[in-house]
């Protein structure tokens, strides 16, 4: 007879602890299993944490027996490991780190079997005589695989160097060595071109997808391929961090500094700290590749914390697109009110001339993106949300794109009566619509949240922009992340100040990365692209250093700013949620909360700011408050703690308050 410590499937905090269980079956971490708990009959389902426990003798004959095991479905040593990791960084529970692990329940899914890339072909493409920087970096990461080294690989690559062949030839490596690979895509939208490269260079046996687009029957078979060892690449968004292969030898993290990595909902992790951990068990290699690194990710290189790897050129030696900064306060003094510019017209009316697809961004979908009350100002907001209501002219209603809850347009205001109603703003359907007007030879296409609801509906959109039935795509940032289509002569930038007026401290990073990656879509070919820029505040650095293609210079000054004003990289933030039905509660409970915490005398505890309202929040009937912490490098598993303590002395005294824990939040407006 032995003893293990068990995590119960259970949804109350009351229970988030381990629980000691005897059995005479030798039991590993990881196995599941069947108990009795609490008062009830039912039996609960339980996880392996620990084996080889001693009890306290005084508990030794109240302690209850494991009743049943699963014979079909467990989860690895390492996988335990990496959740009761997760739960100490990120001050989440055991059950909420466990599930990340596990395939949907069987009974869910239900169904019949399919194939998620069933109609995908395999793309064979000719390998060409690699780059001399190419060579170099897979020299580097494949020695890293065969040595076993744990290494973590920050790849720079210029849009279009190759860096999807370095990719492939490590891949290629890990294979050799008996070893299993994922792959991670920011966007469900990219696995498609990747998944064609990956058929035809290694035959789909070999692959399984994992995203939450698709079916609960075909995560649940994609899930089991992957734990069989039928399949041994696993390609997906973020969630494909927590694919059950065993000897995993390389994690790829594309576009890694992509905000679809942090997760936004509970539980709330970092991809890449979740990648590192599962790496630090198997020895294995991590390459997070992109031609605009987060600056937490370059200053961690810059520290010897990764190491840099650079491809400075593309591949074809076509040089980097030219790109203009057009002052919109300019075109507005000349009497252009319009969204194309003088110079963007132009150029659009050349490069149609010539043959050449045209891609138009701007990072806000919709037809109206909010409507108002000329004479008293009311804005039309979501009743539940908050937040303002964007007009949609296909639907003709107005949407929440918080809850997506739809509206009628209303005909007078509901505030003062007036029917002074008007529209503001543009999106991308709008856009869409302005472009058939002036172009109505050539055929466009747009591409957002609103058009590709589906893989079904991208993978259209693409094949027929990648084959030149469409001639102009319209598009959110959707466009911008790592697709390639060789005869796109210009890239339009419509309004560059979205993202630049955005209030969070990485708003200059977010528009060099986006401004330099929708430009990167340009010039793919045989011929040098071209990249107009519109901006009301043409001057900003980022801007500029965007133009410049110029990552050292935009780098050099963030940097600068972020350790002046004590943001990552040199602090974790921590954002602390008190959500309740009472307001005053949840104030009163954040403000409890700050104050402990400044007596527990942690580090840079007076660097606490708030309470305040979460302007993010869109619960219905409840209120929300927030503090952010600013905790100093190295200190952030003790503010965790605290935290968790304070919240778990809230469940025992039954305050009718909840506290979420958000480390490092993407957003915070």
């Not at 505030?415 to 466009?444: M, N, W, Y």
Request: one cysteine or more.
């Amino acid at each position: 007879m032995g003893y293990v410590d068990l995590v119960i499937e259970n949804k109350s905090r009351h229970t988030d602890d381990l629980f000691t269980y005897q059995t005479d079956r030798d039991l590993a971490p990881g196995t599941i299993v069947k108990v009795p708990f609490g008062r009830g009959k039912a039996l609960k389902t339980g996880y392996v944490f620990r084996t080889g426990v001693t009890p306290a003798p005084e508990l030794a004959g109240k302690i209850r027996s494991v009743a049943e095991v699963d014979p079909d479905l467990s989860m690895t040593e390492e996988m335990v490991e990496t959740a009761a990791w997760m739960r100490q960084r990120y001050g989440i529970t055991y059950v909420d780190a466990v599930h990340c692990f596990l395939p949907p329940k069987r009974g869910s899914a239900r169904g019949k079997k399919k194939e998620p890339y069933k109609d995908a072909v395999g793309e064979i493409q000719e390998i060409h005589r690699l780059t001399e920087e190419q060579q170099q970096a897979v020299r580097r990461i494949g020695d890293a695989v065969r040595k076993r080294e744990r290494k973590i690989f920050l790849l720079k690559g210029v849009t279009g160097s190759g860096k999807t062949e370095v990719y492939m030839q490590a891949i290629r490596r890990t294979l050799e060595e008996g070893r299993s690979v994922i792959i991670l895509v920011p966007e469900i939208a990219l696995t498609d071109q990747i998944i064609r490269r990956l058929i035809g260079r290694f035959g789909k046996q070999e692959i399984a997808v994992l995203h939450s687009r698709l079916t609960l029957r075909e995560r649940y078979d994609e899930w089991n391929r992957l734990r069989s060892g039928e399949a041994r690449i696993a390609i997906g968004a973020r969630i494909g961090v927590f694919a059950p292969l065993p000897h995993i030898g390389l994690i790829i993290m594309d576009e890694e500094h992509e905000s679809t990595y942090k997760s936004d909902q509970t539980p709330k992790y970092e991809t890449v700290d979740v990648a590192a951990k599962r790496l630090m068990a198997e020895n294995g290699v991590m390459i997070l590749g992109s031609a605009t690194p987060s600056v937490v990710s370059y200053q961690r290189a810059k520290e010897g914390i990764y190491e840099l790897i650079e491809m400075n050129r593309r591949y074809n030696a076509t040089p980097l697109p030219e790109v203009e900064l057009v002052d919109m306060r300019e075109e507005l003094r000349a009497g252009n009110n319009g969204i194309f510019s003088s110079r963007l017209y132009q150029e659009m009316q050349r490069s149609l001339s010539a043959g050449k697809q045209i891609i138009l961004f701007l990072n806000r979908r919709g037809y109206a993106t909010f409507i108002s009350c000329r004479s008293c100002g009311e804005a039309m907001k979501c009743p539940e949300c908050g937040i303002s209501l964007v007009y949609h002219k296909r639907e003709n209603a107005l949407i929440c794109h918080y809850c997506g809850k739809k509206f009628p347009v209303p005909r007078v205001c509901p505030a003062c009566g007036s029917r002074e109603i008007r529209f503001a703003g543009r999106g991308t359907e709008q856009i869409e619509e302005l472009v058939k007007q002036a172009f109505p030879d050539h055929p466009s296409a747009r591409l957002d949240l609103d058009t590709a609801k589906n893989t079904r509906e991208i993978r259209k959109l693409m094949t027929s922009f990648a084959k030149g039935r469409t001639e102009i795509l319209i598009g959110t940032q959707l466009v911008a992340k790592g697709l390639d289509f060789r005869n796109v002569g210009l890239v339009g930038v419509l309004a560059a100040d979205v993202s630049l007026n955005i209030p969070d401290y990485r708003s200059a990073e977010r528009t060099f990365q986006l401004v330099t990656q929708v430009a990167g879509r340009a010039g793919r070919g045989e011929e040098q692209g071209r990249v107009i820029v519109q901006s009301y505040t043409p001057d900003n650095f980022a801007l500029r250093a965007a133009a410049r293609h110029d990552y050292e210079a935009f780098f050099r000054e963030e940097i600068l700013i972020r350790k002046l004003m004590q943001y990552p990289p040199f602090t974790d933030l921590i954002q602390v949620l008190f959500t309740s039905e009472e307001e005053s509660l949840a104030v009163d409970t954040a403000g409890r909360c700050a104050a402990w915490l400044e007596k527990a005398k942690l580090p840079n505890a007076r660097r606490i700011l708030g309470p305040k309202p979460d302007p993010n929040f869109k619960g219905q009937n409840s209120y929300r408050h927030d503090i952010l912490i600013k905790c100093p490098r190295g200190n952030r598993n003790q503010y965790i703690y605290y935290l968790r303590y304070f919240r778990q002395k809230l469940v025992e005294a039954g305050t009718a308050c909840q506290i979420t824990i958000d480390v490092n939040p993407y957003s915070m407006v």
